[in-house]
């Protein structure tokens, strides 16, 4: 891509009206173009100042009306919630006692199910913000600095999994590393590109540390707009993939990328022969 290009798509950049792979390009070609970035710049405050204008236009003020109504709207969709949670949270409570009476392996299911479909939801959010539209409230945070900021297992994720995954379906190429975040969970983000797909690999840290790794893939959560997760579980971290290829795909990728990365984190290894090697592995056999 080049300055032409760059300055052509500005405005529809700065409007996160692009797809995932051509703002990675944008961004790749600002980072070492600074006339480009200067641009860019003066577009987003350009923006940024009619957009303040337009805030303080009293013609364009909302009347006190409108103010009013959506104020009682607002508080009474808080007050629905309000209600909903408390009633939930009569039928956690009843339902534990009815558990406590001799079904806590139930209680554990139940526990587990839940971490896992707040994972699943998490790491959703994340592949559509970030891979597919890049809408992020934080930017992304490079994986050396992550690893020292926040985790350093994000530090495997940069040489792992190599540039090019060979499968028994053809290649998976990595387009993008970094860590992000969706909502309070952080995320090592690796970005594929498989069957012309977006495929998003996400490492982030378990609640809860396990005794032991559970390295079959298996899918998590409900899928939402076409969107799945395939999660294989280590003792402190999971790792997920979230694509909109169908699940026996995704699994079988999983079995290929993430279950050597899971391997790889348990035994505390980051060069990148050691996934190379572990890579060669069959992949799973769908059933």
């Known amino acids: 891509m080049n300055c032409r290009d760059v300055r052509e798509l500005a405005d529809s950049f700065l409007s996160g009206e692009l797809p995932a792979e051509?703002?990675?390009?944008?961004?790749?070609?600002?980072?070492a173009c600074p006339a480009c970035r200067s641009d860019i710049e003066t577009r987003r405050q350009l923006r940024g100042t009619l957009r303040t204008a337009f805030n303080r236009a009293p013609d364009l003020q909302p009347s006190n009306e409108f103010r009013d109504r959506l104020r009682e709207r607002l508080h009474d969709a808080a007050v629905h919630r309000r209600h909903a949670v408390f009633s939930r949270q009569w039928l956690a409570l009843a339902a534990g006692v009815v558990l406590a009476a001799g079904l806590s392996a139930g209680v554990l299911i139940e526990r587990r199910s839940e971490s896992d479909d707040a994972r699943a939801h998490d790491a959703i959010g994340d592949h559509r913000n970030c891979a597919l539209k890049y809408r992020l409230v934080r930017h992304p945070v490079p994986l050396e600095d992550a690893a020292e900021r926040f985790d350093n297992a994000y530090r495997v994720l940069i040489g792992s999994p190599p540039e090019e995954i060979a499968t028994p379906d053809g290649p998976a190429r990595v387009l993008e590393r970094h860590?992000?975040?969706?909502?309070?969970?952080?995320?090592?983000?690796?970005i594929l590109r498989y069957h012309d797909r977006v495929v998003s690999l996400l490492v982030t840290a378990a609640t809860s540390p396990a005794t032991s790794s559970n390295t079959v893939p298996r899918v998590i959560g409900r899928p939402f707009e076409g969107l799945s997760?395939?999660?294989?579980n280590g003792t402190r971290h999971a790792v997920m993939l979230v694509s909109d290829l169908d699940t026996r795909e995704l699994t079988q990728l999983a079995g290929i990328v993430a279950v050597p990365l899971v391997q790889q984190l348990a035994d505390g290894r980051s060069d990148r022969s050691s996934l190379t090697a572990t890579l060669l592995v069959p992949p799973l056999q769908p059933e």
């Open 179 to 190: 860590s992000c975040e969706y909502d309070d969970r952080r995320f090592g983000h690796v």
């Open 229 to 232: 997760v395939v999660s294989v």
């Open 22 to 31: 051509t703002n990675h390009e944008i961004l790749s070609h600002l980072d």
